[in-house]
């Protein structure tokens, strides 16, 4: 029946791998060469152009993205509030208490979920991507000049002409060395992993990496095992 079709199309969708390029001014630029936008997205057909971010962030998903009822930005992946309600959101919301509260805190505060998400503050000035904290969905980038590309895959880094893949055979033999040890570095020269947890902020000092997500946030002393016996 259509009914039946209707639900296996949405539940392949689900199945689908969610992939995205983003392009993102960098080292202060104001906004991005549009005619260099163009020229990606025609590289990338299969990924839909999602739009900009302001003028300093260009967007292609082939997913559906979620957005913010106040502020810019987008998100990839699936989000569900941390107050029980149920359902995945679909519209980001700020605080009631405070609506110019931090994105980025925002979101790490009020959902959980697989997510990428790429987060304008509330004066334009600069752009953060965001990893949630269980690394659920891929995310590396490589700096280029005056730009930085974020992608779900090599592949796309590889397509849309800013990576000619080099193996770092450096970082494959630390990993060798020690494979317990995640590292952001890959095997290929030039590429970055974002690590869950971690915010990388494109503003008009530069690049940014920072650690937004601390498990030890959510360790109170209260809960610290002072006997010695155990």
């Avoid at 990839?76 to 009631?96: K, S």
Wanted: glycine share 10%; with cysteine.
């Amino acid at each position: 029946s259509s009914g039946t079709c209707q639900t296996l199309h949405t539940y392949h969708g689900h199945l689908m791998p969610k992939r995205y390029l983003a392009l993102i001014a960098s080292s202060g630029a104001p906004a991005l060469d549009r005619s260099l936008c163009a020229a990606v997205a025609a590289k990338c057909p299969e990924l839909a152009e999602i739009g900009f971010v302001g003028d300093a962030c260009f967007f292609l998903a082939n997913c559906q993205t979620i957005t913010f009822e106040r502020g810019k930005g987008f998100v990839v992946g699936t989000l569900f509030r941390r107050d029980g309600r149920r359902g995945a959101v679909q519209q980001v919301g700020p605080p009631d208490h405070d609506p110019s509260h931090d994105p980025v805190e925002n979101l790490l505060s009020r959902y959980w979920g697989g997510y990428v998400a790429f987060l304008s503050d509330p004066a334009g000035k600069t752009l953060t991507i965001l990893r949630d904290p269980s690394g659920f969905l891929p995310c590396y980038y490589v700096l280029g000049k005056g730009v930085v590309v974020v992608a779900s895959d090599i592949e796309l880094l590889i397509r849309s002409g800013f990576l000619s893949p080099q193996v770092d055979w450096v970082a494959i033999s630390a990993h060798l060395l020690a494979d317990h040890h995640r590292s952001a570095r890959t095997s290929l020269i030039g590429v970055t992993e974002l690590l869950g947890g971690e915010a990388l902020v494109a503003g008009p000092q530069g690049i940014e990496l920072k650690q937004a997500w601390n498990p030890w946030d959510f360790t109170p002393r209260s809960s610290e095992i002072c006997d010695a016996r155990v």
